[in-house]
């Protein structure tokens, strides 16, 4: 029997986006159904009723919730190609570490330096780059946090690395000079072509982001 | 595996720190607890966690592992061979399991810790409506996780079990402080007598803090309110 695997999302979303990479990554055809989040469609009210967000992903009508918690799903419903998450124990609890890093220290400052200006902006901008630093700090000299190949990590990352040239442009600050070998990673993340089809243009999600500053009065 | 590979930087009234004694305790697996001092950080415990300097931290060997939930499953992970497994094998069951467990550390608990800060009724009032919602999707997440068995991961006590069980020693010094039933078996019959069974489980008992004493301490870092 043929899979269905639907993922409900928002283009611009970093974090519906990594659901996008994850399904590319191993191949899986799928439905992509693109939510107003406005008008929230009753199937992701069914679907979500905890958190009532997108991504949601429904595999043969079941829903899995959470962006990289979705990730997870994927590699282990999906293992036999590309796999996300390392074999071994060790490697994988510092994978999850680092993914649980980026959720709870980058969310609140990148959503802050798009819906806020002057001193809360400033702010949010040091918290930014002082997490960034971080993590350049934990990727050293490998080309993905994920070592050689693209993993894990460098899934959640991309999410944000979408979004990098657009909180630059709002926000009046550049990241390559505080992070440049992370920037690097960025840039052969964004190339790869499971991000590459999952992604919009930065020019249209920097346009996204002026209109939501509008709505928040910025 | 000599006693001296598997240390465990802790202390006894962290509900966090409870989760990989019971994983362990599950897995037979002997280690150091080394207690914290309550107001102070070891050297150790920077060394071991520089990036949230928190508690638990497990060091396996010279390797540290921090981080509750995912401590739970580098135990599951790496002494699969003791013991039943922690997490469903199904990927959807796992996928519900790991979504639960960040459900209650990102809304359940916060809610839990806000009851003994909360001030005014108003505010009181609020924190309820959170909890008593929160206890209805668990209950309906035991329903749908445990499939008729005692607990969330099936016969024996696993990940999610161990997530929210943790919290049970400060739930009941919290509905003794602020008076008030926040785990009612009327309203959440089957999580009741899951909370139960979790207490009187041999992998739990030793580790479970007593409520007596949990008070006390809870008495000396939780300022009481201003009404």
Redesign the interface.
């Known amino acids: 029997m043929a899979d269905e695997v639907i993922l409900l999302d928002f283009w611009p979303s970093p974090f519906g986006v990594r659901a996008r990479i994850a399904l590319r990554e191993k191949g899986v055809e799928f439905e992509y159904r693109e939510e107003n989040l406005r008008d929230k469609s009753p199937l992701l009210l069914q679907m979500n009723p905890?958190y009532k967000k997108i991504p949601v992903l429904i595999?043969n009508g079941?829903p899995?919730?959470?962006s990289m918690?979705?990730v997870?799903?994927i590699d282990?419903?999906w293992s036999d190609k590309n796999p996300i998450l390392p074999s071994d124990?060790?490697q994988?609890?510092q994978a999850?570490?680092w993914v649980?890093?980026v959720d709870t220290k980058l969310f609140e400052p990148a959503d802050k330096i798009w819906q806020t200006k002057g001193e809360e902006q400033e702010t949010a901008k040091k918290e930014y780059i002082e997490a960034l630093k971080?993590l350049e700090s934990e990727l050293g000299d490998k080309p993905y946090f994920g070592g050689d190949t693209f993993g894990f990590v460098d899934i959640a990352m991309t999410g944000y690395y979408s979004w990098f040239e657009a909180s630059e442009k709002l926000a009046n600050f550049s990241i390559e000079p505080e992070c440049p070998t992370l920037m690097a990673s960025a840039k052969r993340c964004l190339q790869r072509e499971s991000v590459v089809k999952s992604l919009h243009d930065s020019e249209k999600i920097l346009a996204f982001a002026y209109k939501i500053r509008k709505i928040y009065c910025v | 595996m000599a006693r001296s590979d598997v240390k465990l930087i802790g202390a006894w009234a962290s509900p966090f720190v409870m989760r990989p004694r019971i994983a362990l305790n599950l897995k037979s697996v002997p280690y150091e607890f080394l207690q914290e001092t309550f107001g102070s950080k070891s050297e150790l415990l920077l060394k071991s966690n520089p990036?949230h300097k928190k508690i638990p931290v497990l060091l396996?060997g010279d390797?540290p592992?921090?981080?509750s939930n995912?401590?739970v499953?580098?135990i599951d992970?790496?002494w699969s061979s003791s013991g039943p497994s922690m997490l469903p094998s199904d990927?959807?069951d796992?996928?519900m399991a790991?979504?639960w467990a960040?459900?209650i550390d990102e809304k359940w608990f916060v809610a839990l810790k806000s009851f003994l800060k909360a001030g005014g009724e108003e505010e009181k009032k609020a924190v309820i409506a959170q909890l008593e919602e929160g206890n209805a999707?668990l209950e309906k997440a035991f329903i749908d996780c445990s499939k008729g068995k005692p607990f969330f991961n099936g016969d024996n006590i696993g990940y999610l079990d161990i997530a929210l069980g943790c919290f049970l020693a400060w739930l009941r010094v919290t509905e003794l402080a602020v008076s008030h039933k926040i785990l009612d078996e009327a309203k959440t019959p089957s999580l009741s007598k899951w909370a139960e069974n979790f207490c009187n489980d041999p992998a739990v008992k030793p580790v479970m803090p007593e409520t007596a004493k949990l008070a006390e301490f809870a008495k000396k870092i939780f300022p009481k309110p201003q009404a």
Do not use: G, L, M, W
Request: charged residues 30%.
């Open positions: 905890v595999h079941k899995v919730c959470e918690n979705v997870q799903y282990e419903v124990p060790y994988r609890a999850r570490f649980d890093f971080t | 990036v396996h390797k592992v921090c981080e995912i401590i499953e580098y992970d790496t990927p959807y796992r996928a790991r979504f960040a459900y999707f």
